[in-house]
Nanobody, 124 residues
Framework: QVELVESGGGMVQPGGSLRLSCAAS????????MGWFRQTPEKEREFVAF????????LYGNSVKGRFSISRDNTENTIYLQMNSLKPEDTAVYHC?????????????????WGQGTQVTVSS
């Protein structure tokens, strides 16, 4: 069993920054990495970022590229999402996900485990 716990969400003004964390209870054999997705009531879940456990591979969604940065601390089974230059359209519930079944890292249905989510609100 793997449990994922996100933290670091909150309210911030446009142009501000937040750092999200996601801690996994255990590392499982065969995992290739972890990712971040976000979701609003009006939209389907959107890919944000992915990082392999080695750190050799990272991917970003087009809407956050150049503003967000994903990193990891494998000794703690934790990934981070540094969010800079935040915009109102970044407002969403941010979920971390673990253990993709294959290589479709940008697809939400690829992942086996999900955290409960943390709310990020960007508003004046």
């Amino acid at each position: 069993q793997v449990e994922l716990v996100e933290s670091g969400g909150g309210m911030v003004q446009p142009g501000g920054s937040l750092r999200l964390s996601c801690a996994a209870s255990a590392r499982t054999l065969g995992t290739v990495g972890m990712g971040w997705f976000r979701q609003t009531p009006e939209k389907e879940r959107e890919f944000v970022a992915f990082i392999s456990w080695s750190g050799a591979s990272t991917l970003y969604g087009n809407s956050v590229k150049g503003r967000f940065s994903i990193s990891r601390d494998n000794t703690e089974n934790t990934i981070y999402l540094q969010m800079n230059s935040l915009k109102p359209e970044d407002t969403a519930v941010y979920h971390c996900a673990a253990e993709p079944r294959g290589l479709r890292w940008q697809q939400s249905d690829e992942y086996k485990y999900w955290g409960q989510g943390t709310q990020v609100t960007v508003s004046s």
